[in-house]
């Protein structure tokens, strides 16, 4: 089981978190537990990424994969970044989307600043730290000894993307309510669009942050909580999805053209994980 786990990690990684991920998601689907529930699948990538770690078989391969939950020492302009990032992309997507033709954008409904540290706290844990140890934390460094940083992260993406496609199956999720309004198709499609765009951004935030989980961990809670829930880009119209799907490829693609596809990074080398005993 090691040999494979150390030869098709991103593919494991995969199929161990859709197997534990299933478990809410299929309980809330058949009424045994509430909907909100099923935000427990988030776990199931982070938990997936620590089991696998133990299964390869690698000398202090979980200990590697926890500690990168300690990497904060990484400079102000990434806290900026992870923090504030999603808050220029939302507003950004919502004002494109409002003068392509979208509904006009309504500031007014939108809570006092301070209620979002609550959501900004929970979703740093649950869906930031739930994932990310397996996608960056497990997946990436394991990719990125082989390949260059853009093929792993293209990589890592598809399997994220392909992660969330049971949660547009899902009652309560945003992800249902955009497959009831649009079809199946779209907004999978998009929503996937999204992911692997993000996973381009993400995999170039890890590498400047000599492969930080912490940091990629609250650039997706950040991201989670101003862009779903706060300032919220979806407000029951599709077309903001899509509009905020379409910025964050082509921020990516400025991305790979600034920092280079080797390494996703002009100062510093992708962050591989090291042969054993290397």
């Known amino acids: 089981m090691?040999?494979?786990?150390?030869?098709?990690?991103?593919?494991?990684?995969?199929?161990?978190?859709m197997i534990l991920g299933m478990a809410p998601v299929l309980a809330v689907n058949a009424g045994l537990l509430p909907t909100g529930w099923a935000q427990l699948g988030a776990l199931?990538?982070?938990?997936?990424?620590?089991?696998?770690?133990?299964?390869?078989?690698?000398?202090?391969?979980?200990?590697?994969?926890?500690?990168?939950?300690?990497?904060?020492r990484v400079g102000l302009q990434w806290w900026a970044y992870a923090l504030?990032?999603?808050?220029?992309?939302?507003?950004?997507?919502l004002t494109l989307f409002d003068?392509?033709?979208?509904?006009?954008?309504d500031w007014s409904g939108l809570q006092p600043l301070y209620t979002v540290i609550p959501t900004l706290i929970f979703l740093i844990i649950m869906a930031g730290i739930g994932e990310e140890y397996g996608w960056r934390g497990f997946a990436l460094p394991r990719l990125q000894a082989r390949y260059k940083a853009l093929h792993s992260a293209l990589v890592v993406g598809v399997i994220w993307a392909i992660w969330h496609i049971p949660m547009f199956f899902?009652?309560?999720?945003?992800?249902?309510?955009?497959?009831?309004?649009?079809?199946?198709?779209?907004?999978?499609?998009?929503?996937?669009?999204?992911?692997?765009?993000?996973?381009?951004?993400?995999?170039?935030?890890f590498n400047n942050t000599r492969g930080s989980v912490l940091l990629a961990a609250?650039?997706?809670g950040a991201g989670n909580a101003w862009?779903?829930?706060?300032?919220?880009?979806?407000?029951?119209?599709?077309?903001?999805?899509?509009?905020?799907?379409?910025?964050h490829v082509l921020v990516s693609i400025l991305v790979v053209l600034l920092a280079g596809p080797a390494n996703l990074s002009r100062s510093k080398a992708r962050n591989a994980l090291a042969p054993e005993g290397g």
């Open 99 to 105: 003068r392509l033709g979208g509904p006009a954008v």
């Open 2 to 17: 090691s040999a494979i786990v150390r030869k098709y990690p991103a593919l494991c990684l995969l199929v161990l978190a």
């Open 44 to 72: 199931s990538a982070g938990l997936a990424g620590i089991i696998l770690a133990a299964v390869e078989g690698r000398k202090g391969g979980v200990r590697e994969l926890l500690r990168r939950i300690l990497i904060w």
């Open 84 to 93: 504030l990032f999603p808050v220029v992309m939302s507003v950004a997507s």
């Open 170 to 205: 899902t009652r309560g999720t945003a992800q249902f309510q955009m497959r009831e309004q649009a079809g199946w198709a779209l907004p999978i499609l998009g929503y996937s669009l999204f992911v692997i765009a993000g996973s381009i951004q993400y995999t170039w935030l």
């Open 218 to 220: 609250v650039a997706h």
């Open 227 to 247: 862009v779903g829930s706060y300032i919220d880009v979806y407000r029951g119209n599709f077309g903001g999805v899509l509009t905020f799907a379409a910025l």
